[in-house]
């Protein structure tokens, strides 16, 4: 897909906004948000920004603050924690005892 069949509408602040294209195997037309890092791949690639009015921007759903952060206090999870959580996915006794299930 070329640069120019690309569509990239961006908010006020200049770093979000949606990007839309019409798909190649359907010939629908599809919107999508974009948030910063897909703005600077989309603005890399050759995509043209325009500024869009506050108005037209898909809403997305905002969570509150104590669904972001439901515990302050927590340790921060960390690298380590996301290997050990995927070496426990690969254990399948593990999980079965996790959840009481048969092995």
């Known amino acids: 897909m070329a640069a120019d069949e690309i569509s990239l509408r961006l908010d006020a602040s200049g770093d979000r906004g949606e990007y839309g294209f019409v798909c190649p195997e359907c010939s629908d037309r599809v919107k999508k948000p974009a948030n910063r890092k897909t703005v600077a791949l989309l603005i ?12 037209e921007m898909i809403e997305r759903p905002v969570l509150p603050f104590e669904d972001r952060c439901p ?33």
């Open 44 to 55: 890399a690639a050759g995509v043209e920004p325009a500024l869009t009015d506050p108005e």
């Open 71 to 103: 515990d302050p206090a927590a340790r921060v999870f960390t690298l380590d924690d996301v290997i050990a959580f995927h070496y426990l996915l690969e254990d399948d006794t593990a999980i079965s005892e996790l959840f009481s299930l048969e092995s």
